[in-house]
T-cell receptor, first 112, second 114 residues
Framework: KQEVTQIPAALSVPEGENLVLNCSFT??????LQWFRQDPGKGLTSLLL?????REQTSGRLNASLDKSSGRSTLYIAASQPGDSATYLC???????????FGQGTELSVKP | DTGVSQNPRHKITKRGQNVTFRCDPI?????LYWYRQTLGQGPEFLTY????????KSRLLSDRFSAERPKGSFSTLEIQRTEQGDSAMYLC????????????FGPGTRLLVL
């Protein structure tokens, strides 16, 4: 059974810092891994999707990596801004299932 | 294409009442998923459809929950005899036919059971 774990559960940083969010998953048989952002009380915004054959994806100040063999992914945020404050969810699409398995999220607060 | 839409966006009900939520997927998507998210947790899978067929149901989906997609387009999720523990955000997503395809999420319906 696929399980997704995110560390840390919460993170507070001053504006301008570079930061890394970590995600681990127990079963390497995946189609892809995705990072979402969720603002309080809101729906999900997709940030980056990495297919199982890929090692990383980049979008603006965001870079996500995938190491399928070790069951790890990281989301790197460069030069953090207060507008980056949100919960970040790591999501795995496992082979044979189709349904997404979510981590519990990392709640990020960027202080001005 | 306006994306996935969900109605209502918010619902407050009293314990014991029935509620129904609607999800309209992206028009060309034949897969539709329902997830539930409780406070402080990541979303959890409830059920999914391929066209009108309900292919998988989570054990989270008790007998009080029923989902339908009668014509393979929009879907409804009904909760009968609501309980306070049903209070959550209910998220709908849709995707193309492949299991590996990206799921696009709607804004969610937030349910509060008093």
């Amino acid at each position: 059974k696929q399980e997704v774990t995110q560390i840390p559960a919460a993170l507070s940083v001053p504006e301008g810092e570079n930061l890394v969010l970590n995600c681990s998953f127990t079963d390497s048989a995946i189609y892809n891994l995705q990072w979402f952002r969720q603002d309080p009380g809101k729906g999900l915004t997709s940030l980056l999707l990495i297919q199982s054959s890929q090692r990383e994806q980049t979008s603006g100040r965001l870079n996500a990596s995938l190491d399928k063999s070790s069951g790890r992914s990281t989301l790197y945020i460069a030069a953090s801004q207060p507008g980056d404050s949100a919960t970040y969810l790591c999501v795995v699409n496992s082979l044979g299932g189709g349904k997404l398995i979510f981590g519990q999220g990392t709640e990020l607060s960027v202080k001005p | 294409d306006t994306g996935v839409s969900q109605n209502p966006r918010h619902k407050i009900t009293k314990r014991g009442q029935n509620v129904t939520f609607r999800c309209d997927p992206i028009s060309e998507h034949n897969r539709l998923y329902w997830y539930r998210q409780t406070l402080g947790q990541g979303p959890e899978f409830l059920t999914y459809f391929q066209n009108e067929a309900q292919l998988e149901k989570s054990r989270l989906l008790s007998d009080r929950f029923s989902a339908e997609r009668p014509k393979g387009s929009f879907s409804t999720l009904e909760i009968q005899r609501t309980e306070q523990g049903d209070s959550a955000m209910y998220l709908c997503a849709s995707s193309g036919p492949g299991l590996q395809e990206t799921q696009y999420f709607g804004p969610g319906t937030r349910l509060l059971v008093l």
